[in-house]
């Protein structure tokens, strides 16, 4: 089991800059990869970055590419999620998950199987 717990959300003026962390405790921490997610109002979660288990490979959602940036410090066990130039459109609850090396499927796809935080609020103001 993996517990995540993020935190860093808030309410922020647009242009503004956020950095958000995911704390994980149960497991070794570099056992997996992470992602982040979020989900506006109304609208269905979607995938916002991903970074593999050894920070080797990144991976983001092209309405993301050049504002935010994800990394993790697996001595600490937290991912992080910098978010710059932040927009009224990046309000929304995100959530970050934790995929087991070597799970089935590709490495960035996370699914309901994996592990998942209960979220942190960003809302941004025009």
């Known amino acids: 089991q993996v517990q995540l717990v993020e935190s860093g959300g808030g309410l922020v003026q647009a242009g503004g800059s956020l950095r958000l962390a995911c704390a994980a405790s149960?497991?070794?921490?570099?056992?997996?990869?992470v992602g982040w997610f979020r989900q506006a109002p109304g609208k269905e979660r979607e995938f916002v970055a991903a970074?593999?288990?050894?920070?080797?490979?990144?991976y983001y959602a092209d309405s993301v590419k050049g504002r935010f940036t994800i990394s993790r410090e697996n001595a600490k066990n937290t991912g992080y999620l910098q978010i710059n130039r932040l927009k009224p459109d990046d309000t929304a609850v995100y959530y970050c998950?934790?995929?087991?090396?070597?799970?089935?499927?590709?490495?960035?796809?996370?699914?309901?199987?994996?592990?998942w935080g209960q979220g942190t609020q960003v809302t941004v103001s025009a």
């Open positions: 998950a934790a995929r087991r090396v070597g799970a089935s499927g590709s490495w960035f796809q996370f699914t309901s199987s994996d592990y």
């Open positions: 149960g497991r070794t921490f570099n056992f997996y990869h």
């Open positions: 970074i593999n288990w050894s920070s080797s490979t990144t």
